[in-house]
């Protein structure tokens, strides 16, 4: 019996709690492509809407943005893996622009820079939290970004050898640092950012934002010396 057939690109969509924008975000997935919708416990029937329009669901029980992330990355098969928010923020329409890229062979790791649509979809809190953060990423890897986004493609199998481990909000930078680290080409295209469906579990409130920069810091934070060996300068 032969194979079933593969999908052009699988777009792995974190979930919790976005009912109100999942009809309009799986509507704008590429034709072709496969939607891997991963409930991360949601209470507002957001699997069985994503079912039913469709998506293919993972559930991953462990709560955090990583855990998520990952999880769906683990369930995909295709060649090539996008991340986009399920919040109605993104467009993933887009994103055959960034998978252009990767085609092409032009970029290892294509970011969506979000550039706002209006005053008060990015709040200042997370805006600041954000430049905060790249400016350690360029310091740390030399790469010359501008934002963090959420909204991103890449080779899965290239992905799985990265050996991520952050499971909580550090998982998007800890992408990128290892990707640094392994020569990859890293690039960045402009994405419109538009307002959310509902409040941010993330970088909706200052505690949000703040306890996001620490799971980021933590990530670029210098690793513990190994006992026993002196540190080398």
């Known amino acids: 019996m032969p194979e079933p057939s593969r999908?052009?690109?699988?777009v792995v969509l974190p979930c919790l709690n976005e009912a109100a924008a999942l009809p309009w975000v799986l509507a704008r997935v590429p034709p072709s492509w496969r939607a891997i919708v991963v409930d991360n416990g949601s209470s507002d029937g957001s699997a069985g809407i994503a079912e039913a329009l469709g998506a293919t669901v993972v559930r991953e029980p462990r709560r955090g943005f990583g855990a998520a992330c990952h999880a769906g990355l683990e369930a995909a098969t295709a060649d090539t893996v996008c991340f986009c928010d399920c919040d109605r923020s993104l467009?993933?329409?887009?994103?055959?622009?960034?998978v252009r890229e990767i085609a092409l062979g032009r970029a290892d790791l294509v970011l969506g820079r979000r550039r706002p649509t209006g005053r008060g979809v990015w709040p200042v809190h997370a805006r600041v939290g954000n430049l905060v953060l790249a400016r350690m990423v360029r310091k740390r890897t030399g790469l010359p970004l501008r934002d963090l986004g959420p909204m991103r493609a890449a080779r899965r199998e290239a992905l799985l050898?990265?050996?991520l481990t952050d499971r909580r909000s550090g998982y998007p930078l800890e992408m990128v640092t290892r990707a640094a680290a392994a020569g990859w080409a890293v690039r960045e295209t402009?994405?419109?950012?538009?307002?959310?469906?509902?409040?941010?579990?993330?970088?909706?409130?200052w505690r949000g934002t703040w306890q996001a920069v620490r799971d980021m810091r933590a990530v670029l934070a210098p690793p513990p010396p190994v006992p026993g060996r002196p540190d080398v300068p």
């Not at 467009?91 to 622009?97: A, E, H, I, N, S």
């Not at 402009?190 to 409130?205: L, W």
């Open 7 to 10: 999908a052009a690109v699988d």
């Open 161 to 163: 050898g990265l050996g």
């Open 91 to 98: 467009d993933p329409g887009l994103l055959p622009v960034l």
């Open 190 to 205: 402009d994405v419109p950012y538009f307002p959310r469906a509902g409040k941010s579990k993330v970088t909706g409130t």
